[in-house]
């Protein structure tokens, strides 16, 4: 399979989220025609994603991958077709920039005391700001993955040490929020 890129409204976000955190390239163009879709699509050489059964003749060089159904079956669709173009979890699932690595020291203020101080990964989006970490919100984002795919997905190991909490700080988002 080979690497592709979306694009899609905002009546996928949910799908686009979940696609995101799976590594998947999905913008959003909130409010977009599908013909915008389309000429977005066909300039960025992007996939549309959509659940309309139009595709305007005008534009019927540029790729569509319709789903239908749930979240759940969309990500089975998207899978099914084309590879992430990066690994879980590194994007942002609100924005879809590439998360940046960043270290405990930068982290200071910006997670809780007790994520920093386990250590791990700690990554925040260059876009939004926001700052995201491994730990028990990954691990059900994991479980439901594996659900809606009927498999284990591919997935980062959380570190190892205390559990964190759901509980989050305002600033910080875990990728499953
Ligand atoms: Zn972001």
């Known amino acids: 399979m080979t690497v592709v890129t979306y694009v899609t ?9 979940r ?28 996939t549309v994603l959509t659940r309309s059964t139009r595709h305007p003749k005008k534009w019927a060089a540029v790729p569509v991958l319709r789903v239908a159904g749930d979240t759940a079956h969309g ?39 007790r994520v920093a101080r386990r250590g791990g990964p700690l990554f925040s989006c260059p876009d939004c700001g926001q700052w ?8 059900q984002l994991r479980a439901w993955f594996e ?16 559990p964190v909490t759901r509980q989050m700080p305002q600033k910080g988002r875990p990728p499953g929020q």
């Not at 959003?28 to 050489?45: C, I, M, Q, T, Y």
């Not at 995201?132 to 691990?139: A, K, V």
């Open 147 to 162: 659900t809606a795919l009927g498999r284990p997905p591919e997935w980062p190991s959380a570190p190892t040490g205390p």
């Open 9 to 17: 409204d905002a009546s996928l976000a949910q799908l686009a989220r």
């Open 19 to 46: 696609l995101r955190q799976l590594g998947f390239d999905v913008q959003v163009h909130r409010g977009a025609r599908l013909e915008e879709l389309l000429e977005s699509a066909s300039r960025d050489g992007r």
């Open 75 to 113: 990500v089975r669709t998207v899978t099914a077709y084309g590879e992430p173009s990066g690994p879980p979890l590194g994007r942002c699932s609100h924005c879809n920039a590439a998360l940046r690595s960043r270290s405990a020291f930068e982290a200071h203020g910006e997670v809780p005391g």
């Open 132 to 139: 995201f970490w491994l730990g028990s919100h990954t691990e």
